[in-house]
């Protein structure tokens, strides 16, 4: 089921109530400047849990944006979850950018495949490999397989992910979340033509990655 898009994500509501709760008990007890810097605290948490609605574009054969921010790599390696070769594109995401999680295709989800591991910063290469992750492989109906890949970050702690093996997911459908900071690479078939270059921005499901 798709997300229904409430603008702040649900992950963020204990983190919001929390802040907020907090900022006004302090001003009640201490005063503004003194309760300034949870309110500084209160409005990061707000800008880093929003989840605005997206246009999600039509055109067949393309591969959409996962998420919002910076292409680090795009390259051909062995993608080990699908055991083929194929070609990665990774999008980097700060602690200022969106980090609700899209499905890049529409297909049925072959295999989940989760890996604890490291937390070094998710802008470097090694990350893809070392770092906590989780891989969602999906066969397209035209018989194509991508597999997109949530790694953690530096300071991302957590990797939330809501779909299940057997589930057919819709282009743009919202299918998980990574807190504080992380990256998503996408492994395409080696046919597929990139429509990205490094250090491109990008943003969740307006972004076409790839065409097939």
Known sequence: MNYPHPIIAREGWPYLGGTFAAALVVQLLAGFWIALPIWIVFLFVLQFF????????????????????????????RDTYADRDAIKISVFMNVFNVHSNRAPVDGQIRAIRYFPGKFV????????LENERNAVVVDTADGKTVTFVQVAGLIAR??????????????????????FGSRVDVYLPTDARPAVTIGEKVSATTTILARF
């Open 50 to 77: 929003r989840d605005p609605p997206r246009p999600i574009t039509a055109e067949p054969g393309v591969v959409l944006s996962p998420a919002d921010g910076r292409i680090v790599a795009v390259e051909k390696v």
């Open 121 to 128: 910063n998710a802008d470097l290469d090694k990350a893809s």
């Open 158 to 179: 957590r990797i939330l992910c809501y779909v299940n093996v057997g589930d057919t997911l819709a282009r743009g459908q919202r299918y998980g979340f990574i807190r």
